[in-house]
């Protein structure tokens, strides 16, 4: 059974640190691309970043979140991590995992975890 379960989330005052995980489970995410997306409320779910295996690992940050969030995988632990720094209040969403496949055979996979909330305020 394909599972991506998120965890980390949690409410966190402006300029502190959450650390987001994504265990996979049922596949194996060194052939998946791995994101994490983002949705606040009554905005449209928006890309946060993503990593990839193609010629060893490449990530991809939206703009707004360069140099205050990491995207990092640990292969052995199938489980995607998102560090997250210097954290704002429209930082404020829920946070979801994506996987997408990246081979022939996977292409038309596209998984989602439930969500984890994240809330930046003092």
């Known amino acids: 059974q394909v599972q991506l379960v998120e965890s980390g989330g949690g409410l966190v005052q402006p300029g502190g640190s959450l650390r987001l995980s994504c265990a996979a489970s049922?596949?194996?995410?060194?052939?998946?691309?791995m994101s994490w997306y983002r949705q606040a409320p009554g905005k449209e779910r928006e890309l946060v970043a993503r990593?990839?295996?193609?010629?060893?690992?490449?990530?991809h940050y939206a703009n707004s979140m360069k140099g205050r969030f990491t995207i990092s995988r640990d292969n052995a632990k199938n489980t995607v991590y998102l560090q997250m720094n210097s954290l704002k209040p429209e930082d404020t969403a829920v946070y979801y995992c994506n996987a997408v496949g990246v081979r022939s055979w996977n292409r038309a996979n596209d998984y989602w975890g439930q969500g984890t909330q994240v809330t930046v305020s003092s």
């Open positions: 990593i990839t295996t193609a010629g060893g690992s490449s990530t």
């Open positions: 049922g596949f194996t995410i060194t052939n998946y691309a």
